[in-house]
């Protein structure tokens, strides 16, 4: 594809798209700045594609691209927070952050599982209803106290911590549902 095509193409989609895909990082990354971040590095990957013409649903591309960026952000974060999951096996205790701290040298079968088990963190996330979401990750994710998040929503505290209790329930039941099946 000759360079002035691609720049054409590169600058329409950043034209249409630009907007709604920062609209889409901005809610679940701590600040502005990260969300640039994402979307700078989405359109840097975008950019650099070769066969960018044969992308038959370039909006699908793109959301998936941005998708992918923001979780690999989250797995950057500390997973200290992670230790309310903790199950009972035969041997003792069970915990997920004890795997997700291992490091890759541990082997291709704990890289598979810590991938499973984000995938799964994340999958439940997203089944959240908004505000339980926003508070667990602000809370788990972006370091934010509790009151922190009830004075920025303008919330009672009790509100808060109730929608972070939903969210643990419905964390812990799935992931609980991953430890039984990666154990059966």
């Not at 950019?47 to 998936?64: A, D, F, K, Q």
């Not at 991938?115 to 934010?144: C, G, H, S, T």
């Not at 004075?151 to 009672?156: A, L, R, Y």
């Amino acid at each position: 594809m000759p360079q002035k095509e691609k720049e054409n193409i590169i600058s329409q989609t950043v034209s249409k798209y630009g907007g709604k895909l920062m609209s889409y990082i901005r809610p679940k990354v701590k600040n502005t700045e990260d969300a640039e971040d994402i979307l700078q590095e989405v359109w840097y990957q975008f950019s650099s594609l070769t066969n960018m013409s044969e992308i038959v649903n370039v909006g699908g591309w793109l959301y998936r691209v941005t998708a992918n960026k923001i979780t690999d952000k989250y797995r950057k974060k500390k997973t200290e927070n992670l230790e309310d999951f903790v199950y009972e096996d035969e041997d003792g205790d069970f915990s997920i952050k004890d795997i997700l701290l291992m490091d890759e040298s541990a082997g291709p079968e704990v890289k598979m599982f810590q991938d499973e088990i984000w995938k799964k963190l994340f999958e439940a996330l997203e089944e959240l209803p908004e505000k339980q979401r926003l508070v667990y990750v602000e809370n788990e994710l972006n370091d934010k106290t509790l009151q922190e998040i009830a004075d920025e929503q303008g919330e009672n505290i009790k509100t808060i911590i109730s929608r972070k209790n939903y969210a643990v329930k419905h964390l812990r039941n799935r992931l609980r549902k991953l430890y039984e099946d990666l154990n059966s």
